[in-house]
């Protein structure tokens, strides 16, 4: 038993390591709409609706324990959570009816999930007050959303179709990339994008250490 | 044969996580507790099938006949926390007291995760279009829980059996975990179209 506990407490302490990092705010943010980034317009609206998503979601998360008690928190604030990705829905067919047709199901999954969903998650979780998302969090957290889908959509456009607002990108329009039309390719530009984020909060990380040792 | 038909396709062709990319940032999160990754996996997969029968059942039933079909998602992750509480609180039974309280709070990743929602959905979308049977909706609906339960089950597998001490130091973390989701997004896209055309 105290073993079991010990490899429980180990296992929460890599999740909580894992979850409370830039890189992980980027992916949280990005994943749930990376499926429909297929272009650069959509990734760009995908990424504007799950970026009013998470805004949203986060003033939630702090208005709902005013009036909800401790069981109803959660449940309330899931419910209102996807009534902002049901209006955020009606918002993305009034501005973009083609895009939205196109998109299907994806704006309302996408709004209701990621790092909306995680935030909601939180207050379930009953985390420390030093380890919830702050605010600098959740602003880096819808740019980022907007930022990388709109990059992950002009590059899978890029390397499948070949071209990029319909303007053909010499040689790569006539040898588009089949894995970047499916899945697997978008998880690997999402991939690429973290290992790009990750080793820039590493070097920052690093430079904040010397910074302090020379203080010491 | 079209009940068989439709939960291969859902477990496999159509898969929640690997191919539709749907409730993949939850299976990420609950692999990192290989230990419990099973009994997670069983029941984020329980869940997802019974909020596909419930869910579809629910829209057909009351939302759709009374013109608030727009409103299902806020309905149906209600139902889907309230599915994974309950299953939740079943699963944990004779554990003691605080065991049982840190059981349940750790069941709201799994409730929040799109899988569930995005199985409702998705057979709403299908009950709207009328080209849905009852045994396609409930064969999808199993089929997606049957999905998202191997999904979990091999993602954490893998993901347990990756030595980080030999993988790249840029790529270490969530970097491989993405590479590894893409690969098996990919292995998963090797069978399309021939398990769910073994029985259609």
């Not at chain 2, 419930?54 to 889907?80: D, E, H, K, R």
């Not at chain 2, 998705?122 to 909706?137: P, Q, R, S």
Request: neutral net charge.
């Amino acid at each position: 038993m105290a073993l079991n506990e010990t490899i429980a407490r180990a296992q929460d302490l890599r999740v909580r390591s894992m979850v409370h990092t830039r890189t992980f705010v980027v992916v949280a943010a990005s994943l749930p709409g990376l499926a429909a980034a297929s272009t650069l317009v959509n990734g760009a609206l995908m990424g504007a609706a799950v970026a009013v998503s998470i805004v949203c979601a986060a003033i939630l998360t702090r208005l709902v324990p005013r009036f909800a008690g401790r069981v109803a928190q959660v449940p309330v604030a899931l419910m209102l959570n996807a009534v902002v990705a049901i209006l955020l829905g009606f918002a993305l067919r009034a501005v973009e009816p083609v895009a939205h047709q196109a998109l299907g199901l994806y704006p309302v999954l996408a709004c209701a999930s990621g790092m909306a969903s995680i935030l909601v998650a939180e207050m379930g979780l009953e985390t420390a007050e030093g380890e919830r998302f702050t605010a600098v969090d959740i602003v880096f957290a819808a740019v980022s959303a907007v930022v990388v889908l709109a990059a992950c959509g002009c590059l899978t456009e890029l390397l499948f179709t070949g071209q990029v607002l319909g303007v053909a990108a010499g040689p790569l329009a006539n040898s588009s990339i089949a894995i970047f039309g499916k899945s697997s390719g978008s998880l690997l530009i999402l991939a690429l994008v973290a290992i790009i984020v990750q080793a820039t909060e590493r070097s920052h990380a690093g430079a904040e250490d010397g910074k302090e040792g020379e203080r010491a | 044969m079209s009940f068989i038909n439709a939960i291969f396709t859902a477990a496999l062709d159509n898969n929640l996580v690997f191919t539709q990319v749907i409730g993949l940032l939850s299976v990420i999160v609950l692999a990192g507790r290989p230990t419990e990754a099973l009994r997670y996996a069983g029941l984020l997969g329980l869940a997802t099938a019974t909020s596909g029968v419930l869910g579809s059942a629910l829209y057909a039933g009351f939302l759709a006949p009374w013109g608030t079909g727009y409103f299902a998602p806020a309905v149906l992750v209600v139902l889907n926390a309230a599915i994974v509480c309950g299953a939740a609180a079943v699963m944990a039974r004779g554990l003691s007291a605080a065991e049982r309280l840190e059981a349940l709070r750790r069941a709201t990743i799994p409730a929040v995760s799109s899988a569930l929602l995005g199985v409702s959905l998705a057979n709403a979308v299908a009950a709207d279009a009328g080209t849905a049977t009852v045994e396609g909706l409930m064969g999808t609906a199993i089929g997606s829980g049957i999905g998202v339960f191997l999904a979990v089950a091999l993602f954490s597998l893998i993901r347990n059996r990756v030595d980080d001490t030999l993988v790249p130091r840029a790529l270490r973390g969530l970097p491989i975990s993405l590479v590894t989701a893409s690969l098996m997004a990919l292995a998963f896209s090797g069978v399309a179209g021939i398990a769910g055309g073994m029985f259609a």
